[in-house]
Each structure stands twice: as structure tokens, then as C-alpha cells.
């Protein structure tokens, strides 16, 4: 059982918007700690993707963007790819446990 | 660009010590705004941290794994090495190098190394 609360699963269609959930308690997220987002693509390392609640790294394109809101943080993609197709990891900072937590993961399936 | 290599054994058998080196290419480690570190993924699992390390030695440890876990840094050869003592079965994993940058308290993780599976068996 991961810190951080992710859904298994996500799907749309091409062009579709899709969001993804991370859903924390008052010991990370909700205690103010930021929200960061990882891409991993079938067989690679993951990537970052969104860091600090709602910026993107150089080359991410901007149909990527996050938010922060109470205990959660949200990953949004619009103009669903194929090439998006990959799990999509949230990572925090705990103060219970003392240490950086990481989301279960979501795997994004493109219709 | 900053870029990640691991080495080290695939196969440590139980009870023994796992140890990694991760050599960074493209810039120093010895840089005041980063740390460096391990990040573990067991097989179709999620991922763990596992600790961070700065150029002066100064160490940030899962506390989950606190106990067996041993980070040291090598500035000239721009390399950072991880420890795990008394590996089980458990400790199977794809163990990724990563860069750790510090914001406001904690650390996100912007680049990794394209990681080493490590299986713990007999």
C-alpha cells in the first residue's frame, strides 16, 4: 500500500483529456510538501515530467500540466498521443515516515 | 546534459552485501546544487527511495532501510557508490542512479540512470 493514492488505471481516446490523481494525507501533500511527476515508458527509467506541483521540464510538451490542491495533486494530459502511453508515478515528501513516497502508479492506456 | 551509468553485480545471494557505483558523465557531482542517489523498482512494483548523498558526505537514508543501507561518494572519479547489507529476496529490484535537486525542504529526482537489475537468489 503506497503513501501516496493513485488509480490503478486511466484510458481515452486519442485527443481525449485525461487526468491523473494523487491523492495524500496531512503529512505530505496537505502538510504543504510540493508534488512532482514521473513518466516511465515501457522498459525505460522513468522521467520527470512535472516538478513543483506545476512546472515542466525542458522538451515536455505543454499538453502536461499539474496541480496541487488540499491533500492532492493532479497530472493532466490534453491531446491524448499514443506515444503517451506509459505509467505515471507522483513522489512527495513524508514527515511521518522521514523520506521521499512515492504514488502506486497509473498506467495510461491510449484507446 | 548530465548522464547516469550503474555498475555492479546482477546476482548477490542472500544474506551477502549488494553493492553499486553509479559514475556520472556531463557534469561534476561535486556541484553545491545537487545530491545524488538510489532509487529501487521491484519487478512490476512501484518505486522506493533508498537514500541521497551530497559531494561532502552528508547522507539522507529511507528510514526503512536505514539500517542496511551504506551511501559513499568518490569526487575524483565523479562516481557515488550504495551499500545494502543482509539482502533477502525482497531487496530484488531494478536499482536506478539519480540526481536529486532540493526544493523547499525535499527533493525531486530530474535525471536518472537507465538502471541495473539486481536479483537476490542462490
Known amino acids: 500500500q503506497s503513501v501516496l493514492t493513485q488509480p490503478p488505471s486511466v484510458s481515452g481516446a486519442p485527443g481525449q483529456r485525461v487526468t491523473i490523481s494523487c491523492t495524500g494525507t496531512?503529512?505530505?501533500?496537505?502538510?504543504?510538501?510540493?508534488a512532482h511527476w514521473y513518466q516511465q515508458l515501457p522498459g525505460t527509467a522513468p522521467k520527470l515530467l512535472i516538478y513543483?506541483?506545476?512546472n515542466r521540464p525542458s522538451g515536455v510538451p505543454d499538453r502536461f500540466s499539474g496541480s496541487k490542491s488540499g491533500t492532492s495533486a493532479s497530472l493532466a494530459i490534453t491531446g491524448l498521443q499514443a506515444e503517451d502511453e506509459a505509467d505515471y508515478y507522483c513522489?512527495?515528501?513524508?514527515?511521518?515516515?522521514?523520506?521521499?513516497?512515492f504514488g502506486g502508479g497509473t498506467k495510461l492506456t491510449v484507446l | 546534459q548530465v548522464q547516469l551509468q550503474e555498475s555492479g553485480p546482477g546476482l548477490v545471494k542472500p544474506s551477502e552485501t549488494l553493492s553499486l557505483t553509479c559514475t556520472a558523465s556531463?557534469?561534476?557531482?561535486?556541484?553545491?546544487?545537487?545530491?545524488w542517489g538510489w532509487i529501487r523498482q521491484s519487478p512490476g512494483k512501484g518505486l522506493e527511495w533508498i537514500g541521497s548523498?551530497?559531494?561532502?558526505?552528508?547522507?539522507y537514508y529511507n528510514p526503512s532501510l536505514k539500517s542496511r543501507v551504506t551511501m559513499s561518494v568518490d569526487t575524483s572519479k565523479n562516481q557515488f557508490s550504495l551499500k545494502l547489507s543482509s539482502v533477502t529476496a525482497a531487496d530484488t529490484a531494478m536499482y536506478y542512479c539519480?540526481?536529486?535537486?532540493?526544493?523547499?525542504?525535499?527533493?525531486?529526482?530530474?535525471?536518472w540512470g537507465q538502471g541495473t537489475l539486481v536479483t537476490a537468489s542462490s
Open positions: 513543483v506541483n506545476n
Open positions: 513522489q512527495s515528501y513524508d514527515s511521518s515516515l522521514g523520506g521521499s513516497v
Open positions: 548523498i551530497y559531494y561532502s558526505g552528508t547522507t
Open positions: 556531463g557534469g561534476s557531482i561535486s556541484t553545491s546544487s545537487y545530491h
Open positions: 539519480v540526481r536529486h535537486v532540493w526544493h523547499s525542504g525535499w527533493f525531486y529526482f530530474d535525471y
Open positions: 496531512s503529512s505530505n501533500i496537505g502538510a504543504g510538501y510540493d
